[in-house]
């Protein structure tokens, strides 16, 4: 009696734990190789992140991204999830004026009101995209740590900004990955 039940168990083990998740591995590869694959932006053969998981820019010449709620680092794809902290609470309460102090630390002159996307982390807490209004909110600064003009860092915004889904679904939003890689990539060919 226990035998049936043994192989049974082997069985379905390997249906369910090898043949299914190598079969749709195998699907999803064929496919969609590079949603398969991570999404990875790969740069002269080195992967430099994902189109899909923010990372954590602080430097003042690149753009910065939504924060990041996970643990014990920011942007930790094994840990995703937010903060779970709501409205009332004092620590996001608290959480969201440092990091408004910290965004006017670095751009003492801008006096724009602070878009709600750079000071809150969004539910996975790993969001790779910011709205066209936080990279504009960032303009400034980036052209002058950059000593370019601010028209520059506009026209890569404008060019790094993706319409909503069909033009219904969501929101417009820019991935702070691609405008990064832009940014430099625009400063190593006028250094030339």
């Given amino acids: 009696m226990i035998r049936p039940a043994l192989v049974l168990f082997a069985l379905l083990s390997a249906l ?15 496919v969609f190789p590079s ?14 992140g994902s189109k899909l998981i923010g990372q954590n820019f602080s430097d003042p010449k690149h753009f910065w991204g939504r924060p990041s709620a996970t643990a014990p680092q920011p942007y930790n794809a094994s840990a995703s999830s937010g903060s779970n902290q709501g409205p009332l609470n004092p620590a996001l309460t608290d959480a969201v004026k440092a990091r408004v102090e910290a965004l006017r630390a670095v751009d003492p002159g801008n006096t724009a009101p602070v878009p709600v996307d750079l000071v809150t982390a969004s539910a996975s807490g790993l969001d790779p995209d910011i709205s066209p209004a936080a990279a504009q ?8 740590v950059r000593g370019v003009p601010v028209e520059q860092v506009n026209a890569l915004i404008a060019k790094n900004t993706q319409a909503p889904l069909w033009g219904l679904l969501g929101e417009s939003r820019v991935n702070v990955l691609a405008l990064n890689l832009a940014l430099d990539a625009s400063a190593s060919t006028t250094a030339r």
């Avoid at 909110?137 to 002058?144: C, K, L, P, S, T």
């Fill in 137 to 144: 909110y960032q303009a400034a600064r980036v052209a002058r």
């Fill in 35 to 48: 949603q398969a694959a991570g999404s990875l932006v790969v740069i002269d053969g080195v992967p430099v």
């Fill in 16 to 30: 369910t734990g090898v043949i299914y998740p190598v079969a749709v591995t195998g699907a999803a590869k064929a």
